[in-house]
């Protein structure tokens, strides 16, 4: 029997995005705040803050759309993967984000004044 591996998430971006271009093509990694349903014993709400990384044309419309602050629903797949630094082994857990929608209302831009002749 196959597994199934899907994630839906909605936050808010804790800084802007970091773009890399890895030859022909682009992976942005960003900071995902979201809040529990629920609070602590201190009636506190808690919050998880999550590694989204899309690829491709995904991570280009991240680059270009996506700042700190912004709204999002991430639908994905969580990937757990490890590397070796000074010879010790570390676990990364990351969301790879499949689909984006941004819940965000638009910011709108102050046009740019002409100068006068």
Known sequence: MKGYNHVALIGNLV???EN??????EKTNF???VSRNYK????????????????????????DYLGKGKRVLIDGRIQ??????????????EIIADEL???SPPVKKEPKKSKAA
């Open 15 to 17: 800084k802007d995005p």
């Open 20 to 25: 890399i271009e890895l030859g022909n093509t």
């Open 31 to 33: 900071l995902l705040a």
């Open 40 to 63: 602590n014993a201190d009636k506190q709400e808690e919050t998880d803050f999550i590694p989204i990384v899309s690829w491709g044309n995904l991570a280009k419309i991240c680059k």
């Open 80 to 93: 757990v993967r490890h590397y070796e630094k000074d010879s010790v082994k570390k676990w990364v857990t």
């Open 101 to 103: 929608t941004i819940l």
